[in-house]
């Protein structure tokens, strides 16, 4: 008994020590909010495969790449997450058609395939790299010091109206310079894809979470029409 209560104590307090790592607050309206009030937005960005490139169409996208930092003036982060590609939702619908096959040459195919891939998976580990844009913004409000905390401590009510209003119009602020990025990386003929809350609970979960083999999916950035 001693020894389940100590073996759970254990368990929280680890728990405890992981989330004082997570910097976020609150993820609402498509935007992080980490613990101090600053802001973040998350672009998902398609790739391309540089290494197929003619030697000048390399030059183009470098000197286009080059073009964006150099025009911006406000930090950003550029994230590129690598996973081992996870085809089992792929094998099951595969799976499914063989089901519905009338011919039978063709079910014997899709076995085949199936154990082609189930094998091929068991040798290779096929990765999988997600891109991402991080744009940040840093609240003025957050200038406010001590005695901005010590109104807002005395009208609790119009705090709570203030910070929503706050909320909303840093995050207008911050679209714009999201919207600017968004609009600089679509010139370069790649998908870009603001991501919502939900698409951002999930990077979060799957990023604190790696080596979980069930994982949230996020939306494919090229299945995805966004006009900039």
Do not use: C, W
């Not at 290494?51 to 994230?79: C, H, R, Y």
């Not at 990386?185 to 894809?193: G, Q, T």
Request: aromatic share 8%; charged share 25%.
């Amino acid at each position: 008994m001693a020894t389940e209560k100590k073996s759970n104590s254990t368990k929280s307090s680890t728990k405890s020590s992981t989330l004082g790592f997570v910097e976020i607050s609150e993820i609402r309206d498509s935007v992080l909010i980490l613990r101090e009030g600053q802001m973040r937005a998350v672009l998902a960005v398609s790739s391309a495969n540089f290494a197929l490139k003619s030697i000048q169409e390399q030059e183009i996208i470098i000197g286009a790449f080059q073009g964006i930092l150099n025009s911006i003036d406000f930090p950003i982060q550029i994230l590129v997450q690598s996973r081992r590609l996870d085809l089992t939702s792929y094998i099951e619908k595969l799976k499914h058609i063989e089901d519905n096959l009338t011919n039978d040459l063709l079910r014997v195919k899709m076995q085949e395939y199936v154990e082609y891939i189930k094998q091929m998976l068991q040798e290779v580990n096929i990765m999988n790299k997600d891109f991402y844009v991080i744009v940040g913004y840093e609240p003025i409000s957050l200038k406010d010091g001590i005695f901005g905390r010590f109104l807002r401590a005395l009208n609790p009510s119009r705090a709570i109206k203030q910070k929503q209003e706050d909320f909303l119009k840093n995050r207008k602020l911050m679209m714009s310079r999201t919207d600017a990025i968004a609009s600089r990386f679509a010139s370069l003929d790649l998908k870009v894809n603001l991501l919502n809350t939900e698409q951002l609970i999930a990077l979060m979960y799957n990023s604190y979470n790696p080596d979980l083999l069930e994982s949230i999916r996020l939306r494919d950035v090229s299945s995805i029409d966004i006009q900039v």
